[in-house]
């Protein structure tokens, strides 16, 4: 599975932004999918993940209410709509998808759940 994110940029505190990840490869629909993040000086921490039907998702407690994950397995492409951006949400932002299929978890997954990175994008929310 290979992965592209798209969509982050500047955008002033409150604002919104879509990221979109794209993928290759046969196994997208049988993929759990996750986004995270990394901050400056900060290790790399689990923002959202959904399974791969679709049916389940999971946040950090630092985004939820403002940012919703979203998968299209016709368009195998993974999606985070985030809004009421926080100088706090500044970041690289990497979807990841697992290592195994038909992964499921009802805790926040770990990176070592997922075996496939995308290459990031730069989320920058101004004050």
């Known amino acids: 599975v290979q992965l592209q994110a798209s969509g982050g940029g500047l955008v002033q505190a409150g604002g919104s932004l879509r990221l979109s990840c794209a993928t290759s490869?046969?196994?997208?629909?049988?993929?759990?999918m996750g986004w995270f993040r990394q901050a400056p000086g900060k290790e790399r921490e689990f923002v959202a993940g959904i399974s791969w039907s679709g049916s389940r998702t999971i946040y950090a407690d630092s985004v939820k209410g403002r940012f919703t994950i979203s998968r299209d397995n016709a368009e195998n492409t993974v999606y985070l709509q985030m809004n009421s951006l926080k100088p706090e949400d500044t970041a690289i932002y990497y979807c990841?998808?697992?290592?195994?299929?038909?992964?499921?978890?009802?805790?926040?997954?770990?990176?070592?759940?997922?075996?496939?990175w995308g290459q990031g994008t730069q989320v920058t929310v101004s004050s």
């Open positions: 990841t998808a697992s290592r195994s299929d038909y992964f499921t978890t009802i805790l926040p997954p770990l990176e070592s759940d997922y075996g496939y």
């Open positions: 490869g046969r196994t997208f629909s049988t993929k759990h």
